[in-house]
């Protein structure tokens, strides 16, 4: 998914003279994850800025770069440092177009690593996401695999709103199925890992049905996808799973055409679970399926604790949870 | 062992006193070079930049040296921003509008910058730069018919009264959060720089203000990357009943932040339209030339409450503002003028109700756009546009909703 | 004081309900345990039921000569000072009653008050799914009058198949177009349970879809004059087309069958013969005639006999054809079929390919009106232009309401769907 995302911006960078990329060590280093790798080297310095490390600053001026005609995509290096930045994106970013009925607007892209699975304890594990999706005015996406990663990317870039774009480290180099002990797949060997070279985009709020089934729905996002559809197949069971990819825009129609289809419904996410994005989709499920429901809507997530780094696998909501959750949810006559 | 808490000089009932205030005397101020390191620039930081002395002459290094006629515009606008301030408040004490923040005491901070900038440069005002607006020639009735929130409000009924914006003159929409507008600054002239422009970014926030987070964000911002920026802290002693020791006064002069960032300090009186236009300019040719970004600081006063729901009375001397030692920024250029022999007392009290009969005649405009009361009103479905460029599909049926809820 | 609902037992031999001959008791009534109350008539025999509990009659169901099915409620009790007799406090509903046993035993659906956990369906609010609400709704089932067989007493989906009986449920030999054979609903079903002594039979309760086919045959059988017509049709040409179709197909593409040909043609034929295309309205006497042609196609499932509808085959086109009779049957077979996909046919094909035999004798699916059965096509010794040919043969053998479709029309239509199949090109020249 690296080289996807890298594909993504030094794309952008070619085509538009207004893209600029900023973040803490993403210029000459190429950013910690490699994100960003060799961009500065082609595109210059003023292209591809290193910043102090100052999350609020680096928004605030990526809003002030934009209110100027730039086109920035800000990283900020993991999703767990956002929060001083946090006021910048909720009251500024997000209202701005709002608020100036148009006259003003700031076409930012921030992105940024989220979600565990890699032992990075409370401080690099955390996902966000739900957080952000409660403010007007911001669009929020977080791909699962590299050609998902890059057709968003690019579009994100291309939207005039401000996007933050949520990127599963976990799944920086291969699908994960929940699975610490197995050795690591690349994403080369995944159709999902096969990225076209060129330009191309992938529009926010259409969802992905991942594998089409009629059992269940589960609707996930994230590294959760590749767990559901391990626990899936672990059980046998014929699940349709689903791949938010957009959480807002939200694709409302693939998920209440599928659960009408099925009857019964999981939603898994990584995200702690009291009132994360999965509140929101179980209750979009409710108000548009109920009358099909053959069971009660069966929600997987993260336990509400911080991120705990020697409790990583007891934390993360592996397969056996997630396979609990489809057991539940099939065996409700 | 004890806190020290900052307690200002008078508190209601007792005597006011501005001794605290660091004065220098006028024109004793040295003007560096545009191109002076900012570790060179100390006094400028801690004195006090001043031009016009206590008999209204113009003196020192740092006179400007600015047209007669140039003046009167200033005079005038400074007046025009008054009055409609005087007036607006008016309104809002009649149950006209909800709300309003007056500038009194502060017209020259906005006026006097303004002028000494280009069109093209790009202002970010806190909401108590209203001169900023009248100066850049925006018609009152526009900023008129943001007050009313009316069927010609810039911001489509969205914000709070005096959060105006100007995308053609290059004002900035004002933000109800504190200091945010520093930072954003000093990114638009990263842009411009990164462009190749010759336009620079400017911002102005209240002293309070410059406690938040934002503050460091944009002195480091525009220190890194030597943005060609001017950064104004207003340092109006008051933030609603916040004494200016509150936010660091006390220890130091807001300027000499400045120099511990590496950026230029100067501190300058704020109610002396020729030393802010001066410093101003001297800061605008320092970015423009590529010798890096500036802080002013401009002492001033703030005259009057911090807005319609504020009574002062409560947490300051009643005639505080009466003992400030820096006067009145009209009053004083109006004497300059006059000691200049290119202004009057009559032409003076002619142009202030000339001016007076635009503001009636311009609010007689806006009301016909329509009242909190009465006329044309704005359609509510506007509030589900501008979320987003294009409305996506849950706010489509969230409208729906709104319509139906509304009959 | 608790009252006790006592269901019409299973009285043995697979009966499904029994006809009330004569009460031996009133509401009001006060009776003692075994004192016989209700003389009912099965298929079989004429049989005394005796009180299963002594207390006053509060009121009964039924008058005599009605039909009251097994598991309904029968006579309300309210008792005395002793506790219900047998009264099952959990869910589940009582053993089924011995062959030999004169005492059925049921199980109560109104909680005893002094239960600390009523476990069994509460009298005031009723658990089921809000798809098993919509089911219900939709097939005009009182939920109240269900028993839930699943945990808590939750109502699930297979308790109103079997309380579904004839008022067009999700089963079984096609349902009516909203007419509703049966006025009383039907209760739940007990689970079949074993009796002890299984080395010589086993017993298998007559329940849920088993008998709701049972119930649908035989007022088939009893209602309609059937008559049946059989041909032989020679679909030599049709076989070389189904071949040619098939050798056309992308990889993994699933191969034609005879049905979607077959179906296509009857199709074709019943537009001229629109009496055969009808459904008989018992209630109101009314034939009504349908100019969309709804195909059900019988289909084995593991559950029974199911007949899932291809909707509108007149629309479809060959491919969709095959594709939508795969469909509704892979959902019947499934158990995932729609109620909608379950019923509103106006004509049925049956077909059981290899297994077809030479001739049969299909029931018609009421309230339809005719039942094209496909035999199994072989080759066969003809006389074929004048000379002993090896022909490909199939044998339609179909039924017909002889009350409202005369034997000359019959085989009209079945001639008109011989020339057909056996100028298949025909079936597909566009009007």
């Avoid at chain 1, 994960?176 to 096969?194: E, L, M, R």
């Avoid at chain 3, 329940?207 to 309609?224: D, V, W």
Wanted: net charge negative; glycine share 8%; charged share 20%.
């Amino acid at each position: 998914m690296i080289q996807a995302l890298n594909s993504a911006m030094d794309i952008m960078l070619g085509r538009d003279p207004s893209v600029v990329l900023m973040g803490e060590d993403i210029g000459y280093f190429g950013g910690v994850f490699r994100a960003t790798e060799g961009l500065q080297r082609k595109y210059g310095e003023h292209r591809v800025l290193d910043t102090p490390i100052a999350e609020g600053g680096i928004v605030a001026a990526a809003i002030g770069m934009a209110v100027n005609g730039l086109r920035p995509v800000a990283e900020i290096q993991f999703a767990d440092y956002i929060y001083p930045g946090f006021d910048q994106i909720v009251s500024e970013l997000a209202r701005l177009r709002y608020r100036s009925a148009g006259e003003f607007y700031a076409p930012v892209t921030i992105r940024t690593p989220c979600g565990g699975g890699i032992r990075g304890g409370q401080t690099h594990s955390q996902s966000p996401e739900g957080i952000f999706t409660h403010v007007s005015g911001l669009k929020v996406v977080m791909p699962s695999n590299p050609y998902d990663a890059k057709g968003l990317l690019i579009t994100a870039i291309e939207d005039d709103d401000p996007v933050v774009f949520f990127e599963p480290k976990r799944v920086y180099n291969g699908p994960f199925d929940g699975d610490p002990n197995k050795p690591a797949v690349p994403w080369s060997t995944h159709p999902k890992g096969q990225v076209p070279e060129g330009h191309y985009t992938i529009p926010f709020g259409k969802a992905d049905v991942v594998r089409a089934g009629s059992d269940l729905t589960i609707v996930t996002y994230g590294t959760m996808v590749f767990v559901a559809l391990a626990a899936a197949a672990s059980l046998g069971i014929d699940a349709e799973v689903i791949d938010l990819r957009s959480l807002v825009p939200l694709d409302v129609e693939t998920i209440a055409a599928s659960v009408t289809k099925t009857g019964r419904c999981v939603v898994a996410h990584e995200a702690t679970r009291f009132s994360g994005f999965g509140a929101e989709i179980l209750s979009v499920v409710q108000e548009e399926c109920f009358w099909s429901l053959e069971a009660p809507i069966q929600r997987v997530a993260g336990w509400d604790t911080p991120y705990p780094h020697a409790f990583e696998w007891e934390y993360f909501p592996g397969q056996a949870r997630v396979a609990k959750a489809i057991k539940a949810v099939m065996e409700s006559p | 062992m004890r806190l020290h808490l900052p307690r200002p000089p008078a508190r209601p009932g007792e005597k006011p006193d501005f001794g605290y205030v660091h004065l220098s005397p006028a024109g004793a101020v040295a003007r560096p070079e545009v191109s002076a390191r900012a570790l060179d620039m100390g006094p400028l930081a801690t004195e006090l930049v001043r031009v016009l002395d206590d008999e209204h002459e113009a003196v020192g290094p740092w006179n400007p040296h600015l047209d007669p006629a140039e003046l009167q515009v200033g005079l005038r606008h400074m007046l025009l921003t008054r009055l409609y301030d005087d007036r607006m408040q008016r309104t809002q004490r009649a149950g006209k509008i909800s709300f309003y923040m007056r500038s009194l005491g502060e017209e020259a901070v906005s006026v006097a910058a303004c002028m000494a900038l280009s069109p093209g440069d790009m202002l970010f005002p806190s909401y108590r730069n209203q001169g900023l607006h009248i100066a850049r020639g925006i018609p009152l009735v526009d900023l008129m018919c943001q007050l009313l929130s009316n069927t010609r409000d810039m911001c489509k009924g969205r914000q709070l009264p005096v959060m105006y914006h100007s995308r053609p003159g290059n004002l900035f929409s004002i933000s109800g959060n504190l200091a945010t507008q520093f930072p954003q600054a000093v990114g638009w002239a990263m842009a411009a720089a990164l462009k190749g422009e010759d336009h620079l970014a400017a911002s102005w926030i209240g002293e309070g203000s410059s406690a938040e987070a934002d503050f460091h964000h944009a002195l480091l911002f525009a220190s890194v990357y030597q943005a060609p920026v001017i950064l104004n802290v207003v340092n109006n002693q008051w933030a609603i009943s916040t004494f200016q020791g509150y936010a660091g006064g006390e220890q130091r002069s807001f300027a000499a932040r400045g120099p511990g960032y590496g950026i230029a300090g100067i501190r300058a009186d704020g109610n002396d339209f020729l030393a802010v236009h001066a410093v101003t300019a001297w800061a605008a040719q320092r970015a423009r030339t590529g010798a890096g970004p500036t802080l002013i600081e401009l002492v001033t006063y703030r005259a009057a409450a911090h807005s319609t729901s504020d009574d002062p009375a409560r947490y300051r001397a009643k005639d505080d503002q009466e003992h400030w030692p820096l006067g009145d920024p009209i009053e004083r250029l109006k004497q300059h003028l006059i000691k200049l022999g290119e202004w009057s007392e009559e032409r003076h009290r002619a142009l202030a109700t000339e001016l007076e009969a635009l503001v009636a005649a311009s609010w007689q405009q806006a009301i016909t756009y329509g009242t909190m009361s009465e006329g044309p009103r704005l359609n509510s479905d506007l509030m589900f546009e501008d979320v987003f460029k294009e409305m996506p599909k849950h706010l489509l049926k969230q409208r729906e909703q709104m319509r139906a809820e509304r009959g | 004081m608790s009252q006790f609902v006592f269901k019409m037992p299973d009285l043995g031999e697979g009966t499904v309900e029994a006809e009330i001959v004569a009460w031996h008791t009133e509401p009001g009534a006060q009776v003692s345990e075994d004192q016989v109350i209700v003389e009912v008539m099965t298929d079989k025999a004429a049989v005394e039921v005796p009180a299963p509990v002594s207390g006053r009659v509060v009121s009964v169901t039924g008058a005599p000569g009605d039909k009251v099915a097994v598991g309904s409620p029968l006579i309300v009790f309210e008792l005395g000072a002793a506790a219900p007799a047998k009264a099952a406090v959990s869910a589940p509903p009582a053993p089924a009653p011995r062959a030999d046993s004169a005492m059925p035993r049921v199980a109560a659906t109104a909680p005893p008050p002094e239960a600390a956990v009523p476990r069994a369906v509460p009298a005031t609010r009723i658990m089921t799914s809000p798809a098993n609400r919509r089911r219900a709704h939709e097939a005009g089932i009182d939920l109240a009058t269900v028993v839930g067989s699943g945990p808590g007493g939750r109502i699930v989906r297979d308790d109103l198949a079997t309380a579904s009986a004839g008022s067009g449920a999700n089963a079984s030999a096609g349902s009516g177009e909203g007419a509703s054979r049966s006025a009383r609903p039907g209760p739940a079903a007990e689970p079949a349970m074993p009796t002890p002594a299984a080395a010589e039979t086993s017993e298998i309760k007559v329940i849920g879809l088993r008998r709701l086919i049972a119930e649908r045959m035989s007022e088939a059988k009893r209602t309609i004059p059937h008559f049946a017509y059989v041909e032989e049709v020679d679909v030599t040409e049709l076989e070389a087309l189904r071949q040619h179709l098939n050798g056309k197909l992308a990889k993994g593409e699933p191969t034609f069958t005879y049905l979607p040909l077959v179906t296509a043609a009857l199709v074709r034929a019943l537009a001229s013969f629109p009496q055969c295309n009808a459904l008989y309205d018992a209630a109101r006497g009314v034939l009504v005639r349908h100019r969309s042609v709804h195909v059900g196609i019988a289909t084995q499932t593991p559950d029974g006999l199911k007949v899932p509808v291809v909707r509108h085959a007149e629309s479809l086109a060959l491919r969709e054809l095959a594709a939508e009779i795969r469909r509704v049957s892979e959902r019947a077979r499934a158990n995932t079929a729609a109620r909608e996909e379950l019923g509103g046919s106006t004509i049925t094909i049956t077909s059981l390919g290899k297994l077809g035999g030479i001739a049969s004798t299909p029931i018609i699916n009421t309230p339809e009106v005719a039942i094209i059965g496909l035999n199994k096509a072989v080759e066969r010794p003809v006389v074929h232009q004048g000379a002993v040919a090896i022909r490909r043969i199939m044998n339609l053998s179909s039924s017909f309401d002889h009350r409202f479709v005369d034997g000359y029309d019959a085989a009209a239509m079945i001639q008109a769907l011989k020339e057909l199949i056996e100028h298949p090109a025909t079936i597909f020249i566009a009007r």
